[in-house]
Nanobody, 112 residues
């Protein structure tokens, strides 16, 4: 079974950057970053195909966020640039767009 541990969140000003990390044990065909803003449901942010390496992004983050992986270290990353207040959320690494196998998450707060 896949287990994940997310880290790297924090408080950042609008326009700033953060890099989230996800330590992964186990294998799944797809791996996702999802997020949950206050009072809202889970939102898929990005996904990567573990076989082909193909990566896809939600329209809300396209051009600002970059997902990548380090297979040697069993790590996934989410580089977040040009952050906006609406990016404030708990971010999870997961095996499905609805958050299966997600960890405890990491809080990202974008505020001046």
């Amino acid at each position: 079974e896949v287990q994940v541990v997310e880290s790297g969140g924090g408080l950042v000003q609008p326009g700033g950057s953060l890099r989230l990390s996800c330590a992964v044990s186990g294998f799944m065909y797809w791996m996702y970053w999802v997020r949950q803003a206050p009072g809202k449901g889970l939102e898929w942010v990005s996904r990567i195909n573990s076989i082909t390496g193909s990566i896809y992004y939600a329209d809300s983050v396209k051009g600002r966020f970059t997902m990548h992986r380090d297979n040697a270290k069993n790590m996934l990353y989410l580089q977040m640039n040009s952050l906006k207040s609406e990016d404030t959320a708990v971010y999870y690494c997961a095996t499905s767009p609805i958050g299966d196998h997600r960890g405890q998450g990491t809080q990202v707060t974008v505020s001046s």
